[in-house]
Each structure stands twice: as C-alpha cells, then as structure tokens.
C-alpha cells in the first residue's frame, strides 16, 4: 500500500530549513547564545515566563526554554519546540513538539532531539479532521488526479518528485481515495514518520498547518484551565 500511493505534495510550501546532523545546531544558524545561560532562563529577573524566541531560520517554529523554576515538571533545562508563540503552562504539554537539551557548552543538535508522542496523536488527529471536512485544497486535488487508489500525506520539508514515492520518514500517513474523494476513516499514520529529520521540523501545508494550530491552540486553553 506504502509504495503503490501516489505522491500529490509537488506544490506544497517551501520546505523548512535543512537541519545539521552534528550536535551543533538544531537549524543552519545557531540559536541566540543568550538562551542557553540558565542565569537568562527568565525574561527579567521579576518575571517568572521563560524565555521564547522563533527559529532563526524559520518564523514559525518557536524554542520556548523551560527550567525547573518555571516548570516544575521539568527536571533540567529544555527547549520545548513548538508552532505556538507563548510557552505552555506545563513542560509536558502535548503543544510540544519534541525538546532539546539547553544549558552548557554545546549546542543541541539534531541527535538530542526528543519527540513527543502526545504531540503526535494530535497531529494525525488534526490532519484526519482537517480532511473529513475538506480544509486542505492541496489533496482535494490530489484526490482528483488520482481517482482510485491510496495516497500518501507527505510531509513539505522534503516533498518527493511527480508520481514517486517519498522516504519513510516523510510519509505522514495513508488514506484511500474512492471515485476521487478521500475516504477519512481510511487514515493511517505512517508507522515510520518523524517529526523531526535532517530537512526540519514537520512541515503542513497550508490548509494542514491552519487546522493543526488550530487544535493546538484549543489543546492550550483547556490545559490552562483550573483544575
């Protein structure tokens, strides 16, 4: 089924930035040196939110830094990653994409990524809504091209050429098109996907990444809700 769908992402944005495989940077430009003293963890001495800055490289990726003074359910320093400007309430947020470690001498890199599953399961479920309610003009036509068969959700920062399949790593997931409409409930993640690679953070298209901010921005307001 993985090899046999029909690659439809030829026109997606750009891809993100190409990250470093070496442990140096997490993006072709180092992170603002100022981020990784734990004596800057906070914007000001008298406030107590962490420091957040976007990606050098690309607007709309944030590094929120997330200490145990401003997090108690962090044990060390981290960057939280995440497509939200504000940092999250609790270091655990599933708005997250995945962390780095911060602090010492050198710089997080590709290989001290870590995912966050939580993260994950909102995507897919954000992508499956997004498709069910036909937010994403890019696979409606994909669809369409296709008439009959499976098609793959590929991820922008390394799109595959016409008609070819592209790597595991950037098969988001698979549905079915019948009669050139996607079939939602067909949806399955791709088992092999990763959120972050040597050709950057997950990236959407359009219609994708309106809905999945969407959803992270709900996922927010209710995780900052008085318990």
């Not at 999250?88 to 710089?107: F, M, N, Q, R």
């Not at 949806?187 to 999945?212: F, K, N, S, W």
Request: overall charge negative; hydrophobic content about 30%; charged content about 20%.
């Amino acid at each position: 089924m993985f090899r046999r769908a029909l690659s439809t992402n030829t026109h997606l944005l750009r891809p993100s930035p190409r990250l470093s495989s070496s442990p140096r940077s997490i993006t072709r430009q180092p992170l603002p040196k100022r981020a990784y003293s734990q004596s800057n963890a906070q914007e000001s001495p008298d406030s107590e939110e962490p420091t957040s800055f976007p990606d050098p490289t690309r607007p709309d990726l944030f590094y929120h830094l997330l200490t145990p003074q401003t997090h108690h359910d962090v044990p060390s320093p981290r960057f939280g990653l995440s497509f939200l400007s504000s940092a999250p309430k609790t270091a655990l947020s599933a708005t997250i994409i995945g962390w780095l470690p911060a602090g010492g001498d050198v710089e997080p890199g590709l290989d001290d990524f870590k995912e966050n599953s939580e993260f994950r399961a909102l995507m897919h479920a954000s992508i499956r809504e997004a498709l069910e309610e036909g937010a994403d003009d890019i696979h409606i036509n994909g669809a369409m091209q296709l008439e009959n068969g499976w098609m793959h959700i590929h991820d922008g920062r390394n799109p595959p050429p016409v008609a070819r399949v592209g790597d595991p790593d950037d098969i988001i997931a698979t549905v079915l098109v019948e009669n050139s409409k996607i079939i939602p409930e067909t949806y399955q993640p791709g088992p092999a996907y990763r959120l972050c690679t040597a050709d950057g953070v997950t990236t959407l298209t359009e219609g994708l990444a309106m809905r999945l901010k969407q959803r992270l921005e709900a996922h927010t307001q209710t995780e900052n809700k008085p318990s």
